[in-house]
């Protein structure tokens, strides 16, 4: 079951994978998770998959946007403005995918707590609010997740105007690099970066992220096979609603003046 964790275990703790990246000043780093990793996050996942997340993946994506950024402009600036302002730049598509999955997955594990609490009642209000009720919200999500065709995202966000809306990205794309549908011809989902062919014109969405979903095959695989529809459903066993309410604040929702 854990065949993918040891396969790239082994090809990040190579001799020639960790020379070359001991050679790269450390300006981007890993957060604190808030649990730990030898204890899981049962029923959702198994220590060895958040050590595949946290310590293998997460430490070659780092290890990659401090290669990338070195003597750039880039080098000194919080991982959100990286991605936001590589991904404007089409020449930075490289640095963009790095920086934009690191701080997905870390979004994802910040998201979850092995103590979880009741979701509090305002925020199952507003969330009933947009979406009919809160069960019919667990509903769209786990639906989109179960949409997702390849790799990707599965993301509750909130919008400039206080609207939420369920949506997916496609790869490693964070949803605040998406580019709006409505009135454009361009795939909501797709990073602006990648079909931008003058960069004078950033059609971003407005949006702050306030739960994510990891929905790439490495992160459920190890510990579910192919069945998404467990994981995705001991998913919410383990989130935080607490770390959700703070999300949906005035001062996290600053996010969105910024773009």
């Known amino acids: 079951m854990f065949r993918l964790a040891s396969r790239i275990r082994v090809a990040v703790s190579s001799p020639s994978l960790m020379q070359r990246f001991t050679r790269v000043r450390l300006l981007h780093q890993r957060t604190i998770l808030p649990y730990s990793i030898e204890d899981g996050l049962a029923p959702f996942l198994s220590a060895p998959s958040i050590d595949l997340l946290y310590n293998m993946r997460q430490v070659e994506l780092i290890n990659n946007i401090n290669r990338l950024a070195e003597g750039t402009e880039y080098e000194k600036k919080p991982l959100y403005d990286v991605i936001y302002q590589s991904s404007q730049n089409p020449t930075q598509a490289l640095l963009t995918r790095y920086a934009s999955q690191a701080w997905n997955i870390d979004f994802f594990l910040q998201s979850m707590t092995k103590d979880p609490r009741p979701i509090r009642e305002d925020v199952r209000r507003m969330i009933a609010g947009q979406f009919r009720s809160f069960g019919r919200f667990k509903e769209v999500f786990t639906e989109s997740a179960l949409g997702m065709f390849g790799n990707g995202w599965t993301w509750l966000v909130l919008s400039g105007s206080g609207k939420l809306s369920v949506m997916n990205t496609f790869n490693a794309t964070s949803p605040f690099?998406?580019?709006?549908?409505?009135?454009?011809?361009?795939?909501?989902?797709?990073?602006?970066?990648?079909?931008?062919?003058?960069?004078?014109?950033?059609?971003?969405?407005?949006?702050?992220?306030?739960?994510?979903?990891?929905?790439?095959?490495?992160a459920f695989i190890p510990d579910y096979g192919l069945d998404r529809e467990t994981y995705i459903n001991n998913f919410w066993e383990v989130v935080n609603w607490s770390v959700v309410h703070e999300r949906m604040t005035p001062s996290h929702s600053s996010l969105l003046k910024t773009q």
């Open 177 to 218: 690099t998406a580019v709006p549908t409505s009135g454009t011809k361009y795939m909501k989902g797709t990073s602006y970066a990648s079909i931008s062919k003058n960069i004078d014109h950033r059609p971003f969405i407005k949006i702050v992220p306030i739960l994510g979903l990891s929905m790439w095959q490495e």
